[in-house]
């Protein structure tokens, strides 16, 4: 049972399906190698074993008599701790919210736990989500797979955690501004970025309404897509065929290269090269709209988060790491036409945006433009905190902004990611050319 530990989601539910693995002793597996692991109280918050074996008893008894739920029945994975959960704890990473447990399951759990899937537990974030970093002094802080001395990258921290350490197949995250995306870069991960409102944010702990997703983090493309399937309750986008023959991709200039890294930088250059040879035609493309919607950012994430969130954290602010709350109160300095004129110029930003990609297969650029940063530098140093925060989330916070869908990719480089941004509700379009650069990345 061991081997299959490693193993991806998809190819699991198809172990299931054929019957060489039993979701029971599956389930087991995955609690015995948590239970053992040295790091597994930085990964998960609160592990929710009594409910994974329950669930896992029922898809063994459906994939005895082939009536199985969906091609993932019976596979577990985990969750970040701001989807409710039934009875169990859901805090979203802060003190703030100790002791709260919700009635029912989150709309997406639900979703997923409906095709059969097997809840493991409930993952460790920054605090309320608004951080790319993972840093979370509140809570606990995950590792990052590659470096031991670095944060995993946020605010789906643990989520990455949890699947890089090999402790769930597969996880489930939100990204308001790259939290699915920076982590699974910084891992060697899959994240994908769905359009908002694709996804139920029914029993999610909120960030910001007009901007938070839900997303998954993954070994491979196929499990996103099917992740993305049970909890939207509709069929997978068919991968098969996918190819880079002939497609059109745009490799933005915009923002997205300035003060890069050298080794993301290097990592992204190689890989268009991979996809190149693959058979893609890329074009560099100039969108001035870009840095105009970067521009917005502060009116319309600080100012409506701070809004959504003030009462309660102004009731109880030595509560919070010092840096979030900060980040927070930046919101109070924004006013009401602030915020309208922020939005005017963001949906003119927008429009431009679309009209200059829509004849592109996908949009490309580097995930992160940093490495994952010194976790004992980020408590000592508040500059760097800022800096590198505000460096990991800009090339990621431009799909948020333009309410699109996205996704990274590992490139073979160790916390290196490349990141494919396509059109609104076109996520089965970009999955197809995200497996196919898949297999021409390696």
């Known amino acids: 049972m061991q081997d299959w530990l490693s193993k991806s989601a998809s190819d699991l539910g198809r172990a299931i399906g054929e019957g060489k693995v039993d979701p029971v002793n599956l389930a087991h597996a995955f609690f015995e190698r948590i239970h053992a692991h040295p790091l597994k109280d930085r990964i998960y918050a ?5 409910r994974a074996m329950s669930e896992a008893r029922a898809a063994s008894e459906r994939a005895k008599a082939g009536q199985r739920l969906s091609p993932l029945d019976g596979v577990p994975i985990s969750w ?63 590792p990052c ?46 994240g994908l970025k769905t359009t908002h409102g694709r996804l139920s944010l029914e029993g999610c702990v909120p960030l910001s309404l007009k901007f938070d997703t839900v997303g998954p983090l993954t070994r491979n493309v196929e499990d996103a897509a099917l992740l993305m399937a049970v909890m939207e309750g509709a ?38 090269g ?32 701070y809004g959504l969130w003030r009462d309660i954290i102004e009731a ?66 508040s500059d760097y905190y800022k800096t590198e925060n505000l460096l990991a989330l800009r090339n990621t916070r431009i799909g948020n902004l333009l309410g699109i ?10 916390s290196c990611g490349i990141m494919m941004m396509g059109a609104r509700d076109c996520e089965a379009a970009l999955l197809r050319v995200g497996a196919a650069a898949e297999t021409a990345l390696g």
């Open 316 to 381: 109880n602010p030595d509560a919070m790491y010092s840096e979030i709350l900060e980040r927070f109160r930046l919101g109070a300095s924004f006013t009401a036409p602030d915020y309208s004129a922020a939005w005017a110029q963001l949906e003119a930003a927008r429009g431009a945006w679309d009209a200059a990609t829509v004849s592109f297969d996908a949009v490309l650029a580097p995930t992160a433009p940093n490495l994952p940063p010194n976790l004992e530098r980020l408590n000592t140093d």
């Open 145 to 190: 797979v590659n470096d031991a001395d670095a944060v995993p990258g946020g605010s789906s921290s643990g989520a990455a955690a949890s699947v890089a350490f090999g402790l769930a197949p597969a996880a489930i995250g939100s990204d308001t501004g790259g939290s699915v995306r920076v982590p699974s870069a910084w891992n060697d991960l899959v």
């Open 235 to 272: 069929p997978a986008p068919d991968l098969r065929g996918a190819s880079l023959k002939g497609r059109r991709f745009a490799a933005l200039q915009t923002a997205v290269l300035d003060d890069i890294r050298e080794a993301p930088l290097a990592a992204y250059e190689a890989s268009l």
């Open 46 to 50: 609160r592990l929710t074993e009594d």
């Open 274 to 305: 991979k996809l190149r040879a693959a058979g893609a035609i890329i074009e560099p493309l100039e969108v001035p709209a870009v840095s105009e919607a970067l521009a917005v950012t502060g009116p319309l994430l600080p100012g409506e988060v």
């Open 80 to 142: 970040k701790d701001l989807f409710d959960t039934a009875g169990e704890g859901t805090e979203a990473g802060s003190k703030l919210l100790t002791g709260r447990v919700p009635d029912a399951d989150a709309r997406v759990l639900a979703n997923a736990a409906a095709m059969g899937l097997v809840c493991l537990g409930k993952t460790h974030m920054s605090e309320l989500a608004f951080s790319g970093l993972g840093y979370n002094p509140s809570t606990d802080t995950p």
């Open 405 to 414: 869908c996205a996704l990274t990719l590992p490139t073979g480089v160790p």
